[in-house]
Structure formats: structure tokens, C-alpha cells
């Protein structure tokens, strides 16, 4: 370690993320949409001024939040916009989770907040899932000093789901801290908990075009809350960067937004071959954990998930291994096109006969 770097930055362990491969393979290890975006994002790319890039952003985002509300029949003044939803994720972290107290999160989940958490000095208490490998909301809003709760819904890396009156039930507990619900696969299978934020003064809701929308490299995130929520995001991003999106990508956003029907379209493509893979997997013997997000988390009894990991590697496919309790014998199979799906099973038949 360097001895000019702080004390802080020594400690700490940062995310890795799933391996971006510079050679031609099958890659199913983080979590993209298979389907390009909107055609109306393409026609924004070639018809953007390029004079526009010499002047800066609206620092306010309001076109881009404008159409977001719209979208989600909520005012602008309760969205927020940024670099991607870990962006967001972060600003959250500061604004909301440094009381001194420890925030309440499942102990498997996305693996980015504990190092938010050991980034900004927040305590992270960690509780075990459910025997169902279920975020368990019961040990989530225990009576307890907190700093507040976060977990995703679908969870990642489980793809498990929870209700709106089971997040109502934790909710009506909880009221006295910022209850963060992490929407990122929120399109694959269940409802958005953006429709309960005018009954919850305190619940955040944050979620990224990088999944359903098809736009991974643009880097583009968001969270919908009150407006005192809100503003406290804003004073976060004003304090550090005013200008977080810039113009080319909130015009790409508008554009992704405004096209509902390749939205639903390419969403129901997913679901259709993430419950045809689910199939296939669990005839080849496979336990899969049920999913509404896009992946599936599987496991071979007779067979150890790091070997099947290196087998599919070395056949030019990618998934994501886990090197951490709990999970070392699971694999997590992103969701790509038929074609890609039937190769993967076609390899994994050749790995488990």
C-alpha cells in the first residue's frame, strides 16, 4: 500500500465489478440488457448538435426529470438524476446514512454497500436471509437505533421479489429513518414501491437505465422520494458536482423513455427466456433460485460452482462466480438472447453429464 494514501483509503476493499472482456464471448456475467435500446435513442445520437457540448448542462436536469415523473405520475421536484444508479447510491449514502448508528441491509445483497458503507464510516449490520433465500424484512424493521435500511427489490444476486404490502408492512415499522429500495431489475417482474413514496415521506427509490432500457454504457441513474429527499440528494450533488448529467445523456434518456413499446417489448423477451433457461437449467439438475430479475442464481449439487465457472470460461462464455460464503457454489447467468441461452446449455450439458 502506498504511505501517502489515508487511512481511509487503505482500508478499504473496493467493488469489483463483473469482467468486461476485450476478445469475442458470450457474455452473461453483468447483468446487461441483450436487446439494443430504442430506435429513437439512435435517431438522438445522430440528429445531437454537437454545438450543444461546448455550453454546460442544465445543472437541474428539469427535461430529464420531467419526462421520469411523467413516466412514473410523479412531479419533477421528486426525482433525482445521476451518473448511473451507484452514483445515486452514493449521494444516498452520504445524505442520509451518517448518523453514527448502524444501517440495516441483508447480509447477501449488492455488494456495493458495504463498501459505501466502509467508504463513509457507516456501521453495516448485516442480517441473514431467509431459509427461502428471501431478504428478510421481519429482522430489517426491528425496533432498533439505526441509521436507516437499504436492500434491493428484486435482490441482487438472488433475484427474489417482495410485495408493496409486504415493503408497506416494514414501512409502517420504520418511519423515523430513510428506508432506501433499490429498484434495479424492478422491470423483470414486479411492481415499483415508487407508488407508495406520497403515503412514506422516508422512503427512497432508486433505479438505473442500465437494465431494462438497454443503456448500460450511458451511465444514467435515478431516485424518486419526497421532496425532502430530494433536496437533500440535491445538496449532496451541489456540494460535490453540479452538473452531473451531462446533455447527450439526458437527450438519450428522454428518448428511451418516451418509447414504451420496444420498453415493453424487449422486457417481455427477457422474462419469456429467463423462464425457458430457468427450465432448462433445472432439468440438467440444476437448483435456481426463483427469479423476477434478469438472471437466474443456480447451483449443481454434483458439481462445485468454480469448476463450472472455469468450464464455461474456457468455451468463451461468461457468468459470474461468487467467491463468498454462501455463495462459492452458485453461479449467476445474466440473461442474453435464445441463441445465447441455447449455447450455454448446450456447454453446461457438456460439463454436468
Not at 458470450?26 to 455550453?55: C, W
Not at 448508528?101 to 458495504?114: G, M, R
Request: hydrophobic share 40%; with cysteine; glycine share 6%.
Amino acid at each position: 500500500m502506498s504511505q501517502l494514501w489515508s487511512p481511509a483509503v487503505q482500508s478499504l476493499t473496493p467493488y469489483i465489478p463483473g469482467e468486461q472482456p476485450t476478445e469475442r464471448v458470450i457474455k452473461l456475467n453483468t447483468n446487461e440488457n441483450p436487446y439494443p435500446p430504442a430506435p429513437g435513442v439512435g435517431e438522438t445520437l445522430r440528429e445531437f448538435a454537437s454545438d450543444h457540448l461546448r455550453l454546460y448542462p442544465d445543472p437541474t436536469s428539469l427535461a430529464l426529470r420531467s419526462e421520469l415523473a411523467r413516466c412514473y405520475g410523479v412531479e419533477p421536484r421528486q426525482v433525482f438524476v445521476g451518473n448511473g444508479s451507484d452514483e445515486v447510491l452514493a449521494f444516498a449514502f452520504q445524505a442520509f446514512f451518517c448518523h453514527g448508528e448502524p444501517l440495516d441491509a441483508p447480509s447477501i445483497t449488492y455488494s456495493f454497500y458495504p463498501v459505501y458503507a466502509r467508504l463513509y464510516g457507516i456501521e453495516l449490520r448485516q442480517h441473514p436471509l431467509t431459509s427461502e433465500w428471501e431478504v428478510d424484512l421481519e429482522a430489517l424493521s426491528q425496533p432498533q437505533p439505526r441509521s436507516g435500511v437499504i436492500f434491493a427489490n428484486p435482490n441482487a444476486p438472488t433475484g427474489h421479489t417482495h410485495s408493496l404490502d409486504a415493503l408497506e408492512s416494514l414501512l409502517d415499522k420504520v418511519t423515523d429513518r430513510v428506508v432506501l429500495v433499490d429498484e434495479a431489475y424492478v422491470d423483470f417482474g414486479t411492481q415499483s414501491a415508487v407508488t407508495l413514496i406520497e403515503r412514506y415521506p422516508n422512503l427512497l427509490v432508486t433505479s438505473t437505465f442500465s437494465k431494462s432500457r438497454s443503456l448500460a454504457g450511458l451511465r444514467l441513474g435515478f431516485a424518486m422520494g419526497s421532496t425532502e429527499l430530494i433536496e437533500g440528494l440535491e445538496r449532496i450533488k451541489d456540494s460535490f458536482n453540479s452538473y452531473p448529467v451531462d446533455c447527450l445523456a439526458s437527450a438519450v434518456g428522454i428518448a428511451a423513455l418516451q418509447d414504451s413499446d420496444h420498453f415493453a417489448a424487449c422486457r417481455e423477451k427477457v422474462i419469456t427466456t429467463r423462464e425457458r433457461t430457468r427450465h432448462q437449467l433445472e432439468t440438467l439438475g440444476f437448483e435456481v433460485l426463483p427469479s423476477q430479475a434478469n438472471f437466474l442464481l443456480a447451483q449443481h449439487p454434483d458439481h462445485d460452482g468454480a469448476q463450472l465457472f472455469a468450464g464455461l470460461r474456457e468455451r468463451d462464455i461468461l457468468v459470474r462466480h461468487f467467491n463468498k460464503a454462501g455463495l462459492s457454489n452458485f453461479l449467476r447467468i445474466s440473461i442474453g438472447t435464445d441463441d445465447e441461452m441455447d449455447y450455454l446449455i448446450e456447454a453446461l450439458q457438456a460439463l454436468v453429464r
